[in-house]
C-alpha cells in the first residue's frame, strides 16, 4: 500500500496541520520542503519515539521505518518553542527522551501522549505552561497586514520565529501549492501563470528543488517513493 497518509486543519491559531500515517511495503519517501515545524511521534517494533522535526528548506529522501505508524503536530507560522530554537533545527531534529506509548517528559514534567484526535487539547496545555510562544508579527505579516517595525527587525524576527526568511516561506508555499495542482491535473502552463513563475523552466527548478519531482513526474504518481505530507493552502503575502 506504501505511505497512507491522513490530515486535517485545526482550528487552534498555533497548530497548521494534525497528520497521521502508516507505513507498509514502503522504505523511502521524498520528504517535501516545508516551512513548519513538527512534533512527530511514531511507533516501530513495539517502541515509541518522539522528536522535534524542523523546517525543511528543500526536498530530499529520507527512510521510511517499515510497517511503522506515525502522528504529527504541525505548528502555525510564527508559533515556536523557545527552549528548542526553531532557527537550529532547519533540516535537523530534536529527539524526545524518555517516550513511552502513554506518556512522555516534556520540559520537566510527565505528560501523555497525544493522538490525532486530542492534539489541540496537547498543544492548549504547552501554552499554557509557557512551552509554545508566538510572534504575533509573523502570521500578520503572512495574512497581509503592514508590518509596524523595520525591514531589517521584520527579517530577524521571521528568522528567530521560522527559522526561514519570509522569501524562503514564500517560495516553499508557492512550490507545494504547483505540486497540488499538478496532482489534480492541472497543465503546468496554468499553474505557471496562476501563481506568478516567470515561465515554465522557473516552475520547474522550483518544484525540484522543493518538492523534488517534476512537473511530469507528479502527474504519474510513484508508490516506491510517495510524497510526503502535501495539502491546499493559501499562499503567504508577497514579501
Same mark, same amino acid.
Given at each position: 500500500m506504501g505511505l497512507v497518509i491522513e490530515s486535517r486543519p485545526s482550528e487552534l +491559531?498555533?497548530?497548521?496541520?494534525?497528520?497521521?500515517?502508516?507505513?507498509?511495503d514502503v522504505r523511502r519517501m521524498m520528504s517535501v520542503a516545508t516551512s513548519h515545524w513538527e512534533l512527530v511521534f511514531w511507533e516501530h517494533r513495539g517502541e +515509541?519515539?518522539?522528536?522535534?522535526l524542523g523546517p525543511e528548506a528543500k526536498a530530499s529522501p529520507a527512510p521510511v521505518p517499515e510497517d511503522s505508524v506515525f502522528f504529527g503536530i504541525s505548528f502555525a507560522l510564527g508559533t515556536s518553542m523557545p527552549h528548542i530554537p526553531v532557527s537550529r533545527l532547519v533540516g535537523g531534529s530534536a529527539e524526545i527522551p524518555d517516550v513511552t506509548k502513554r506518556s512522555?517528559?516534556?520540559?520537566?514534567?510527565?505528560?501523555?501522549?497525544?493522538?490525532?484526535?486530542? +492534539?489541540? +487539547?496537547?498543544?492548549?496545555?504547552?501554552?499554557?505552561?509557557?512551552?509554545?510562544?508566538?510572534?504575533?508579527?509573523?502570521?500578520a505579516v503572512l495574512g497581509g497586514a503592514g508590518p509596524d517595525v523595520s525591514e531589517r527587525t521584520l527579517q530577524r524576527r521571521f528568522v528567530a520565529a521560522t527559522g526561514l526568511t519570509q522569501g524562503a516561506i514564500r517560495q516553499i508555499h508557492r512550490a507545494r501549492q504547483a505540486a497540488v495542482l499538478i496532482q489534480e491535473g492541472v497543465p503546468a502552463q496554468e499553474v505557471t501563470h496562476r501563481l506568478g513563475y516567470f515561465d515554465q523552466p522557473h516552475l520547474a527548478r522550483s518544484l525540484k528543488?522543493?518538492?523534488?519531482?517534476?512537473?511530469?513526474?507528479?502527474?504519474?504518481p510513484d508508490t516506491t517513493e510517495p510524497l510526503s505530507l502535501l495539502y491546499?493552502?493559501?499562499l503567504p503575502a508577497p514579501d
Open positions: +491559531a498555533y497548530v497548521e496541520r494534525v497528520w497521521r500515517s502508516r507505513s507498509e +515509541a519515539q518522539a522528536a522535534v512522555l517528559w516534556l520540559k520537566g514534567s510527565a505528560w501523555h501522549v497525544p493522538d490525532y484526535d486530542n +492534539a489541540e +487539547a496537547f498543544v492548549r496545555r504547552m501554552v499554557r505552561e509557557g512551552i509554545v510562544d508566538v510572534d504575533p508579527v509573523v502570521p528543488r522543493y518538492v523534488g519531482r517534476t512537473a511530469t513526474q507528479l502527474s504519474v491546499k493552502t493559501s
